[in-house]
């Protein structure tokens, strides 16, 4: 069984940046695709950012796309999501998410296609 836990949540002004790490326990990362996700207060979760196995290919959602960078370190069971020009509406608890789909690059987006989810960290993005 993957344990997954995230830190480096926190509070930070607009512009700004933060550095998600979600460290893993009970299992080798290498052998999952990883995946990020943040939720709202009432909302569903939704997708962020995922990677590859082997850290070959990487995805982001629209939002995202060009200020967020997903990286891992299977060495130190470790995976990153480097969040730069933070935005209020970046703001949620983000989560991490390991999928051993041997067919991941077709349900990276899917948040049931997840076998493992870490607890949660929160960032707040103030305007």
């Known amino acids: 069984q993957v344990q997954l836990v995230e830190s480096g949540g926190g509070f930070v002004q607009a512009g700004g940046s933060l550095r998600l790490v979600c460290a893993a326990s009970?299992?080798?990362?290498?052998?999952?695709?990883m995946g990020w996700f943040r939720q709202t207060p009432g909302k569903e979760r939704v997708f962020v950012s995922a990677i590859t196995r082997t850290g070959a290919s990487t995805y982001y959602a629209d939002s995202v796309k060009g200020r967020f960078t997903i990286s891992r370190d299977n060495a130190k069971n470790t995976v990153y999501l480097q969040m730069n020009s933070l935005e209020p509406e970046d703001t949620a608890v983000y989560y991490c998410?390991?999928?051993?789909?041997?067919?991941?690059?077709?349900?990276?987006?899917?948040?049931?296609?997840?076998?493992?989810w870490g607890q949660g960290t929160q960032v707040t993005v103030s305007s």
């Open positions: 009970g299992g080798a990362l290498s052998n999952y695709g």
């Open positions: 998410a390991a999928n051993r789909n041997v067919l991941f690059f077709n349900v990276k987006t899917k948040e049931d296609s997840y076998n493992y």
